[in-house]
């Protein structure tokens, strides 16, 4: 499931083909992913210049010349390819349609842009620009973990006195939006919080190391991903899956690599979800 830096990823690889250009056609296979597309969809995305490609939380949002902002959402397993060659980025031809290719966008530049979403878990809508952050999506989201409105006093007041876990604390995306499963896990091996620990139980000042920690985290995959752009040309074309090594996630049964530990990462279940952890220097 991609986070938010595979997210981040995904709009600067489409950022090129996008920003600037005009949706000449849009192409809109089926009527729903997740949930129905609005109405008129491809009708009201064709000739619009896409005049800013930005990002809140795993949220893609395209800015369009009409006056309304197109949500794109990746779900579980939706992927973002990019074809034909606008800037002399993209070398690649079109490929041959894929089935689950449900949404594709030829741009007037000469680029094609293809949703293809097997499990359907994706979405996509319309909504007026200027209410964008008014989006039943978009208004429960706490802040940006790589903006201003994320400080260590956030997040200390937000903590105290809570009784749930570190783990599911900082995957609430009212506290924090955007941090997924993989990226808390990192955050909090590198900050030695446990994530079992009561968040209302951490002293302040360890909560408020977890913020730079968190910036510092998604900053790295983000950088991690951006390498992966630049190998694009001998790509297929498909954003925001990039070779990334973790700390803690995936590696249960391994040493644990906080030098002198000589702890072993432990895997456990939160709320149904694995948590990797070293036992030994988390607590
Ligand atoms: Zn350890």
């Known amino acids: 499931m991609p986070e938010l830096p595979e997210v981040e990823t995904v709009r600067r690889g489409l950022a090129p083909a ?89 741009m007037d530049n000469g680029a094609r842009i293809t949703f293809n979403d097997p499990r359907r878990f994706g979405a996509m809508d319309l909504m007026p620009t200027a209410t964008a952050e008014d989006h039943k999506l978009l208004m429960v989201l706490g802040p940006e973990p790589l903006g201003n409105d994320f400080h260590e006093n956030h997040l200390i007041a937000v903590f105290k006195g809570k009784n749930t876990p570190a783990k599911s604390a900082l995957l609430d995306q009212g506290i924090v939006a955007g941090l997924g499963n993989i990226y808390v896990c990192e955050a909090l091996f590198r900050a030695g919080v446990s994530p079992r620990r009561k968040a209302g139980q951490i002293a302040a000042v360890r909560v408020a190391a977890l913020v730079p920690i968190i910036r510092q ?13 630049k190998d694009f040309r001998q790509a297929d074309g498909e954003l925001g899956y990039f070779q990334h090594s973790f700390d803690v996630y995936g590696r249960e049964g391994q040493p644990c690599r906080r030098p002198g530990c000589g702890g072993t990462v432990q ?17």
Not at 55 to 79: P, V
Not at 219 to 227: D, L, M, R, V
Not at 269 to 283: E, I, L, N, P, V
Request: glycine share 10%; charged share 25%.
């Open 267 to 283: 895997r456990i279940t939160q709320s149904g979800r694995s948590s990797f952890y070293c036992a030994q220097c988390q607590r």
């Open 18 to 106: 996008m920003e600037g250009a005009v949706i000449a056609r849009a192409e809109v296979n089926r009527p729903d992913l997740r949930w129905p597309f609005p109405a008129r969809m491809a009708e009201r995305l064709t000739g619009q210049r896409v005049e800013r490609l930005r990002r809140r939380s795993k949220y893609i949002l395209a800015d369009l010349s009409g006056g309304e902002t197109l949500l794109i959402h990746l779900g579980m397993s939706g992927r973002m390819t990019v074809s034909g060659d606008p800037l002399g980025q993209f070398v690649h031809t079109h490929p041959a349609a894929q089935k689950h290719d449900h949404v594709v966008f030829h």
């Open 217 to 229: 985290v998604l900053t790295e995959a983000i950088e991690a991903g951006g390498s992966s752009l």
